[in-house]
T-cell receptor
Framework: GAGVSQTPSNKVTEKGKYVELRCDPI?????LYWYRQSLGQGPEFLIY????????DSGLPNDRFFAVRPEGSVSTLKIQRTERGDSAVYLC????????????FGPGTRLLVL | QKEVEQDPGPLSVPEGAIVSLNCTYS??????FMWYRQYSRKGPELLMY????GNKEDGRFTAQVDKSSKYISLFIRDSQPSDSATYLC?????????FGTGTSLTVIP
């Protein structure tokens, strides 16, 4: 079956612009996670959704970052007033339920802020 | 101090060698311990996860957890060129996952 998909695969933007990154989880997966991975680093937790609600958003670095999952499937990570330091790979993962350890990751969106 | 420490390598071994990858951690609240493999420009892929101290084996892979020392290991037997990738350890407490920086492994034919 289809895995986790993320669009766009690459995004180049200018400092100060607004960007949206989309994640399509595996069908039926209620848990969805966003991570940020900088070069040479492991993924860094940003936010966790259980269904439509953000169960844990403590990893979001500041109020320029926001994520939604209005219908409990597709999620969008939104970054306002982008900064060069936001350049990274943004990974999305889904799992069947929040208590299950098997997360399936998408290929990521490579964001470059010039 | 980071929650999870992992030697980034790079590590280069000949085909057929036994590979040992390790992580240490500082947070006693970590409950689940995982190893992921990540190929270039791909998302991480779960290899193994364990809950308790001890060993868990799956084919050529063995995961080992020592909670008293806050130390986890992944052993790869009979390493293959296709094992060349970055290996990430990860640990979970509550809803949050904490990853190591990853160890880059190259298996030379």
């Amino acid at each position: 079956g289809a895995g986790v998909s993320q669009t766009p695969s690459n995004k180049v933007t200018e400092k100060g612009k607004y960007v949206e990154l989309r994640c399509d989880p595996i069908s039926g997966h209620t848990a969805l996670y966003w991570y940020r991975q900088s070069l040479g680093q492991g993924p860094e937790f940003l936010i966790y959704f259980q269904g439509t609600g953000a169960a844990d958003d403590s990893g979001l670095p500041n109020d320029r970052f926001f994520a939604v999952r209005p219908e409990g499937s597709v999620s969008t990570l939104k970054i306002q007033r982008t900064e060069r330091g936001d350049s990274a790979v943004y990974l999305c993962a889904s799992s069947l339920g929040g208590g299950v350890e098997t997360q399936y990751f998408g290929p990521g969106t490579r964001l470059l802020v010039l | 101090q980071k929650e999870v420490e992992q030697d980034p390598g790079p590590l280069s071994v000949p085909e057929g060698a036994i590979v040992s990858l390790n992580c240490t951690y500082s947070n006693s609240a970590f409950q689940y311990f995982m190893w992921y493999r990540q190929y270039s420009r791909k998302g991480p892929e779960l290899l193994m996860y364990t809950y308790s101290s001890g060993n868990k084996e799956d084919g050529r892979f063995t995961a080992q957890v020592d909670k008293s020392s806050k130390y986890i290991s992944l052993f790869i037997r009979d390493s293959q060129p296709s094992d060349s990738a970055t290996y990430l350890c990860a640990m979970r407490t509550g809803n949050q996952f904490y990853f190591g920086t990853g160890t880059s492994l190259t298996v030379i034919p």
